[in-house]
Nanobody, 127 residues
């Protein structure tokens, strides 16, 4: 079982950048597909980005595509989300998620696909 801890959230002005990190415990991090999701007040949790356990395949929500980069370092059990040109509508609690998979190139878009979640980190973008 993997445990996830997010960090790097905070308050930033529109147009600024943040780098979110997710640190995982457990010896088999490299066999987990990983994802970032976010949830704004009164809204459902939504997909932001995902990465396969090989790191070779990635996917992004249209809302962040071109402004964000997801990456991972399996040797350090970490995943990051670099977010640039932040907008007020990016304000949300950001969660990292993990799902064990046999397939090195697989990633997942849906909340229901992930079994493991972190506690979240708040991102607030002021206008």
């Amino acid at each position: 079982q993997v445990q996830l801890v997010e960090s790097g959230g905070g308050l930033v002005q529109a147009g600024g950048s943040l780098r979110l990190s997710c640190t995982a415990s457990g010896p088999t991090f490299s066999r987990y597909a990983m994802g970032w999701f976010r949830q704004a007040p009164g809204k459902e949790r939504e997909f932001v980005a995902a990465i396969s356990w090989s790191g070779g395949n990635t996917a992004y929500a249209d809302s962040v595509k071109g402004r964000s980069t997801i990456s991972r370092d399996n040797a350090k059990n970490t995943m990051t989300l670099q977010m640039n040109d932040l907008k007020p509508e990016d304000t949300a609690v950001y969660y990292c998620a993990a799902e064990r998979t046999w397939y090195s190139g697989r990633y997942y878009y849906s909340v229901d696909d992930y079994d493991y979640w972190g506690q979240g980190t708040q991102v607030t973008v002021s206008s």
